[in-house]
């Protein structure tokens, strides 16, 4: 683990860019492919949305090996989603496991300020009273909600990989990717701004768009879904970028094996 300069989190981004770069229409049919999977599990009552959020860790691993394969010059297959399945496969469904306690301990902390409006809104979809909106309830709890966010994201940053690719348990990958963010919080904290620009340009050309085609939704899902699955492949490649430069030292996954008719 090392400690990187500020300036790095911004170069993060650029290199996650530079490996979408490198094969578009494949990252493009993985992200997708992953989103209707999950969707057709969250459609499981009772367990699909749990079942979802416990096997994230473990796709994440898959998009992290997407990544590596990129950077090391080969081609992309489609059995590469499933890549996180081949490693550590019970420790990264551990990991799944504490960030969905996590998240409904979040979303409990948050109910304090709100008596449970957003909490209803993420688990169920169903839209809060007027009142908490009117009366900024709502607005305070995502509030909370974010900073009790903050320190789980730092331990979730790079858990899945470091138990992945370096064969440890949950707790320590946890005590490991927590400790790296703390300690390069300058570069993360560009990071984070970089993204704060690009999601305010994004709300930005959604504005101009609903302008020109006059608030016809159906034209603005479709570009807002289109702008959101190319701007996915560089966040996911971006968190590779930013594990490489602070653990430089660390494994990378060996080569995927090959199918017959690839050898």
Same mark, same amino acid.
């Given at each position: 683990?090392?400690v990187?300069a ?8 650029v290199?996650?860019?530079a490996l ?20 057709l ?7 699909g ?8 860790p ?12 990129? @950077? ?14 081949? !490693? ?13 306690? !996590? ?20 688990? !169920? ?5 007027? @009142?908490a909106l ?17 320190p789980?994201?730092?331990?979730f940053?790079?858990?899945p990989v ?7 348990g949950?707790?320590?990958s946890?005590f ?19 993204l ?5 340009v ?40 930013s594990?490489r ?9 060996? @080569?995927?094996?090959r199918s017959?008719?690839g050898?």
């Open positions: 683990m090392r990187v500020a300036k790095n989190g911004w170069s993060w981004l290199r996650g860019f979408f770069r490198k094969n578009p229409p494949m990252w493009l049919f993985l992200v997708f492919t992953y989103w209707i999977a999950s969707a599990l969250g459609q499981i009552r009772y367990v949305a749990a079942a979802s959020a416990v096997l994230l473990t796709f994440f691993v898959s998009f992290m090996v997407v990544s590596a394969v990129l @950077e090391r010059g080969e081609l992309l297959r489609p059995a590469l989603l499933f890549a996180g399945f081949r !490693s550590g496969l019970r420790t990264l469904i551990t990991l799944g496991a504490v960030s969905l306690v !996590s998240i409904v301990v979040v979303l409990g902390v948050s109910s304090l300020a709100d008596s449970g409006a957003l909490m209803t809104l993420i688990l !169920s979809g169903r839209q809060p009273p007027v @009142e009117s009366d900024g309830s709502v607005l305070n709890a995502m509030l909370v909600a974010t900073l009790a966010a903050t789980v994201a730092m331990a940053w790079f858990a470091l138990a992945a690719w370096n064969r440890i949950a707790a320590q946890l490991y990717s927590f400790f790296a963010v703390l300690r390069n919080w300058r570069a993360f904290f560009v990071y984070g701004a970089a704060a620009l690009a999601g305010a994004f709300l930005t050309v959604l504005m101009l768009a609903a302008l020109l085609v006059q608030g016809k939704l159906e034209v603005l899902h479709s570009l807002a879904l289109v702008l959101t699955l190319v701007s996915w492949p560089t966040l996911l490649a971006s968190s590779y970028a594990y430069d602070i653990f430089p030292e660390n494994a990378v996954p060996p @080569e995927p094996p017959r008719e050898a």
